[in-house]
Structures are given as structure tokens and as C-alpha cells.
């Protein structure tokens, strides 16, 4: 039954009835934290790629109106684990000033990318800003910021699938695994 899966996964880390049951009990939280809020003011900004899954099933779980909007990042290769610099490829539709905000990411590692665009929305006067992210990599954070909604805290391993990639491979896959190690570790 379902997709085999690739030779390239180590290990499942999270299966697909986990992640349903925490991005529903995430969707709960929200919905419960911004009752009462009107559909033109609250927008669910997607980070592109990696949270498009992530969003789009948290987004239809969510018993609050909402929009959806989406922002693209990307990093400088080489330099980005040693600097933080990240790079706006696309802005969302939206203009964010006097909205309630909240960044939807796939995954906190260093936190440079989390970082970047708290301060880019900040600058931007929304009414409120929070962040969610599906993972979190506790043992890789460089700097800290603040962070609302967290699915699950992992270890150290590179993971894929639920949106997640490794060299834009894997992102379909339904459940979260981590890659062996020979296939990143050049
Ligand atoms: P920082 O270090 O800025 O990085 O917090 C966040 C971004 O790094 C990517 N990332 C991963 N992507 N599997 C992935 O597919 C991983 O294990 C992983 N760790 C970090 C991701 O793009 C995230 O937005
Ligand atoms: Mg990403």
C-alpha cells in the first residue's frame, strides 16, 4: 500500500497519523487564540517551498476565517549557515500593515530564516505577529526568536517529505523521514 519508500530514507521519524494529529491539535490552538477574528484580517503567510503542504493542511483545519498568502526566501548556499543571509525572491500579495500576521514556517534550524522575516513583517506595522513551525531543531538554533506554534521538536538529522526536500526530492512524501546520512554528507 501508498508510495514505497525511497532508498535514500534512513528512517520514518514521523508517520502520517502523527504529524494529522498535531497539525490538527495546532489548527485547534490557532483557531482557539484568534476567535472572533474577521476573514480580511488575519493572513496565514507560507513560506515557499517547504511549508506549502504544512499550510495547506493546517489552513483547512482551521474553524477561523483566513486568508493565504505566500512569501519565497532563499539562502545564500555557502554563506547562509555561518551569516544568516537570506534573500526575498517573493513578497506576498497582501499588504500586511494593520493585519493579524501569522508566518507559517516548515522548520527552525539556526533560526536566521525565522529571524529575518519576524523583522521583515515587524518593520511593516501589522496589527499582530506570531510564527508557527511544524519543526524545530533545538540542538541547531544560532539565535533566538520568538516562536508560537511548534509541531515537533527533532534531532539533528536532515529530514524530508510533508513538504521538506533534500535537493527538491522527497517533498510528497506523506510522512517526515530522515535521509541517511551518505546522501548529504558529501
Ligand atoms: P534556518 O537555519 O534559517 O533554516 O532556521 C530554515 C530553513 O532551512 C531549511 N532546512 C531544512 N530543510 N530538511 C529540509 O528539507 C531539513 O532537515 C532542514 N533543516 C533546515 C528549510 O528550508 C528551512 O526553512
Ligand atoms: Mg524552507
Known amino acids: 500500500m501508498g508510495v514505497p519508500v525511497?532508498?535514500?530514507?534512513?528512517?520514518?521519524l514521523l508517520?502520517?497519523?502523527t504529524i494529522q494529529n498535531r497539525v490538527q491539535e495546532m489548527a485547534d490552538q490557532i483557531s482557539a487564540d484568534y476567535h472572533g477574528i474577521r476573514n480580511e484580517d488575519f493572513l496565514l503567510v507560507?513560506?515557499?517551498?517547504?511549508?506549502?503542504i504544512y499550510l495547506a493542511d493546517l489552513a483547512r483545519r482551521l474553524t477561523v476565517p483566513h486568508r493565504v498568502d505566500f512569501i519565497a526566501l532563499s539562502s545564500y548556499a555557502d554563506k547562509a549557515e555561518?551569516?544568516?543571509a537570506v534573500r526575498l525572491i517573493m513578497d506576498t500579495r497582501a499588504d500586511v500593515a494593520g493585519k493579524h500576521v501569522l508566518i507559517v514556517e516548515d522548520i527552525?534550524?539556526?533560526g536566521y530564516t525565522l529571524r529575518y522575516l519576524y523583522r521583515l513583517f515587524e518593520a511593516r506595522e501589522p496589527a499582530s505577529l506570531r510564527t508557527a513551525a511544524l519543526l524545530s531543531k533545538p540542538d541547531r538554533h544560532k539565535v533566538e526568536v520568538p516562536l508560537h506554534?511548534?509541531?515537533f521538536s527533532i534531532p539533528d538529522v536532515w529530514v524530508v517529505g510533508y513538504g521538506l526536500d533534500y535537493a527538491d526530492r522527497f517533498r510528497t512524501l506523506p510522512y517526515i523521514a530522515a535521509l541517511k546520512p551518505r546522501v548529504y554528507q558529501k
Not at 525511497?6 to 520514518?12: A, C, G, L, T
Not at 513560506?47 to 506549502?52: I, R, Y
Open 6 to 12: 525511497p532508498d535514500s530514507v534512513d528512517y520514518i
Open 15 to 17: 508517520d502520517e497519523p
Open 46 to 52: 507560507g513560506v515557499l517551498k517547504g511549508s506549502f
Open 82 to 84: 555561518a551569516t544568516g
Open 108 to 110: 527552525l534550524d539556526t
Open 149 to 151: 506554534y511548534l509541531g
